[in-house]
């Protein structure tokens, strides 16, 4: 059975103050990991996606790097505007489904 | 605006009652599903369609009934809502069920059952 673990469950930040946040999964025959950012309200919006370990991916503020056992969200200097919940999936080969995990709630603080 | 529309945004049921929540697709996806979102638990799929005609269960499918007969179209069915139900549904597709470019969701049903 693929699993997702995320952590921590929430994240304050002040503006500038740069992080990380953790996806830890178990799956048989990652096909790939997916990243998705969600706003209030409203459904999760996709960012990237990693396919084998090593790789990494960059949009704006945010780069996701892949391991064999996680994958990380960086986030650099980050701005109010990044405040959102940060969704990590996976596809197995196995499952053929996306598996999520709970999130990562992230506030960041002007 | 191309995307997943869902309607309706909000509702309250009674236990009991029955409805159906409407997820239709402008992009010619083949691949749509069901996801519900509780609190700590992460997205789970209720049921999914690889394509017209053609469905199947989720990992949390009791009490939900789905139909798809057209590409556009994938309604979400409470038979007897009860007040396990209580969630936030979104319906998301892609152009295939093991694609690897991300789906595209909804903006959610939210949905009480008192």
């Known amino acids: 059975e693929d699993q997702v673990t995320q952590s921590p469950e929430a994240l304050r930040l002040q503006e500038g103050e740069s992080s990380s946040l953790n996806c830890s999964y178990t799956?048989?025959?990652?096909?790939?990991l997916f990243w998705y950012r969600q706003d209030p309200g409203k459904g999760p919006e996709f960012l990237f996606t990693l396919y084998s370990a090593g790789e990494e991916k960059e949009k704006e503020r945010l780069k996701a790097t892949l391991t064999k056992k996680e994958s990380f969200l960086h986030i650099t200097a980050p701005k109010p505007e990044d405040s959102a919940t940060y969704l990590c999936?996976?596809?197995?080969?196995?499952?053929?489904?996306?598996?999520f995990g709970s999130g990562t709630q992230l506030t960041v603080l002007p | 605006n191309a995307g997943v529309t869902q309607t309706p945004k909000f509702q309250v049921l009674k236990t009991g009652q029955s409805m159906t929540l409407q997820c239709a697709q402008d992009m010619n996806h083949e691949y749509m599903s069901w996801y519900r979102q509780d609190p700590g638990m992460g997205l789970r799929l209720i049921h999914y369609s690889v394509g017209a005609g053609i469905t199947d269960q989720g990992e949390v499918p009791n009490g939900y009934n789905v139909s798809r007969s057209t590409t556009e179209d994938f309604p979400l069915r409470l038979l007897s809502a009860a007040p396990s139900q209580t969630s936030v549904y979104f319906c998301a597709s892609s152009y295939s069920r093991d694609s690897l470019y991300g789906y595209t969701f909804g903006s959610g049903t939210r949905l009480t059952v008192v």
């Open positions: 799956v048989s025959g990652l096909r790939g």
């Open positions: 999936a996976v596809h197995s080969g196995s499952a053929r489904q996306l598996t």
